[in-house]
Structure formats: structure tokens, C-alpha cells
């Protein structure tokens, strides 16, 4: 299983970021698949989650109305379509793989300051 995620940057606040996530070694339609996000000293926080055909999708309190995650299955990808964006939405921002064992990727840094 390999995921990894790329998109990230520096963007002024109310600009707008789209994540994305490459996926490999697995049936990628097959499984719902999340975004989370650790900002420094934090605990890592699950922000969106879609289900794996992209029918229903879920987002954190934080970030509804602001995000949008959505998926190709058929290039076996996942995106976080991030707008509004705030200070404190600064982060590592993290694709994950949920099923028996949690696979994720290395992470993409967003950072939000003027």
C-alpha cells in the first residue's frame, strides 16, 4: 500500500488549497479513504471522509461548508478541496486508508499566514 499526497503550500488566509492523493497496492475502489490533518503539538484530527464509491461523505465540524473531499476511482485518487482557508487551519494535512490495518501516507505541508 502505497499513498501519497502532494498539493500543499503557503496560501494567504480566505485562499484556497486542493490536496491530492495517489494510491497504489491495493483495490482502491474497494475502500472508503479519509483526509486528517496534526497541527503542532496537537493530536491528529480527521477532517473528511468519503465512502468508496463516493456516495456519502462526512467532514469535521472545523471544516464543513469549507472542504470538499472527493475521488476518482478511476485514477485512484483522492482529493481535499480545501477553501476559506484559515491560520488555523496550518497543518500537516495526511491521506488515510482505513479497513483492519490504517495505512498512511507522509503528509503535505499547509501553512496559512499573511
Known amino acids: 500500500v502505497q499513498l501519497v499526497e502532494s498539493g500543499g503550500g503557503l496560501v494567504q488566509p480566505g485562499g484556497s488549497l486542493r490536496l491530492s492523493c495517489a494510491a497504489s497496492g491495493f483495490t482502491f475502489s474497494a475502500y472508503a479513504m479519509s483526509w486528517a490533518r496534526q497541527a503542532p503539538g496537537k493530536e491528529r484530527e480527521l477532517v473528511a471522509h468519503?465512502?468508496?464509491?463516493?456516495?456519502?461523505?462526512n467532514y469535521a465540524d472545523s471544516v464543513k461548508g469549507r472542504f470538499t473531499i472527493s475521488r476518482d476511482n478511476a485514477k485512484n485518487t483522492v482529493y481535499l478541496q480545501m477553501n476559506s482557508l484559515k491560520p488555523e487551519d496550518t497543518a500537516v494535512y495526511y491521506c488515510?486508508?482505513?479497513?483492519?490495518?490504517?495505512?498512511w501516507g507522509q503528509g503535505t505541508q499547509v501553512t496559512v499566514s499573511s
Open positions: 468519503i465512502t468508496n464509491a463516493g456516495g456519502s461523505t
Open positions: 488515510r486508508r482505513a479497513g483492519h490495518v490504517d495505512y
